[in-house]
């Protein structure tokens, strides 16, 4: 989460490689395991030792296979594959080979396996991160406890005038232009939210961009608690979009009813007159 950006997010959040591997030498014996593969695949250290890499095959005939996609000279992802735990269940994998030679220059394979349902839940959350943070349509920004940017999404759809570099470690007011938001607003929702660990969804805020100070803008915005295995708040997401030309739409449509009822009551000129001023200062003076 110390990244800078979540500009290309697709590998930010992913847990890291995991060390499921097994070391065989050129004959195709295991000669070095990970404590992962052992737990992977049930057996104990002194039941791996020795033993061939087809072993480990729930049909040994897929070796032959295996074998044939590997190359003495570049990794090679060998694709799905069906381990047999000590047991005696299936346990499928997705394989990567990769040569390398010993100390001694001996050949060697050192063969990584990902549990296929963890690859298909990574791949997954890839994609959940991509789309959220490099494709979705909304700003999402993450903060810590003290209110400080830890990362933000593609900076490019953002409002004129923040700072596009160097908000790592920053408040929202030290990057925003001035005159955005009501600052303190923001802040107390923040705090609201870290002392309560409830989010706050679909906030409609108003303000105003240097691009175009006269015009108010509508955002909507949610802040979400984002909690540790444990439940404590440890940061917070924010989600939002610009719901300007939404909230103009249904202010216009509040006005057209709010006229329909209350001009018209009566046939006088005068009071029609009245009730139209009535309904109408409010909406265009102070």
């Known amino acids: ?16 490689d995991d060390e ?74 997705t394989l990567l080979a990769r040569p390398i030679l010993s100390a001694a220059g001996e050949r060697q394979w050192l063969i990584h396996a990902r549990d296929s349902e963890a690859t298909r839940r990574r791949e997954l959350g890839d994609a959940l991160l991509r789309g959220l943070f490099t494709e979705s349509p909304f700003l999402i920004d993450i903060f810590d406890t003290r209110l400080r940017f830890v990362a933000q999404n593609d900076a490019e759809r953002r409002t004129a005038g923040f700072a596009r570099t160097n908000f790592i470690g920053r408040t929202m007011s030290e990057v925003a232009p001035p005159g955005l938001l009501d600052m303190e607003a923001l802040e107390a929702r923040q705090k609201h939210v870290l002392e309560s660990g409830e989010a706050l969804i679909q906030t409609e805020v108003r303000g105003r961009t240097p691009r175009d100070p006269d015009r108010e803008r509508v955002w909507s915005e949610s802040i979400l608690p984002l909690k540790n295995h444990v439940g404590e708040v440890i940061a917070l997401a924010h989600v939002v979009a610009d719901v300007t030309d939404r909230a103009r739409a249904r202010e216009r449509l509040t006005l057209v009813n709010d006229a329909s009822i209350r001009i018209g009551s009566t046939l006088d000129v005068l009071t029609t007159s009245r009730e139209l001023v009535e309904v109408a200062v409010p909406q265009f003076a102070d």
């Open 20 to 93: 499921t591997y097994a070391l065989l030498d050129a004959q195709g014996v295991l000669i070095g395991w990970s404590p992962r593969l052992q737990r992977l695949l049930g057996y104990p250290a002194q039941e791996m030792r020795a033993r061939r890499g087809t072993d480990l095959l729930y049909t040994p005939a897929d070796a032959a296979a295996l074998v044939g996609r590997c190359r003495p000279d570049a990794a090679v992802e060998l694709g799905q594959a069906v381990l047999r735990h000590r047991d005696g269940h299936a346990v499928e994998v």
């Open 1 to 16: 989460m110390d990244d800078a950006t979540f500009h290309d997010a697709s590998g930010v959040l992913s847990q890291p």
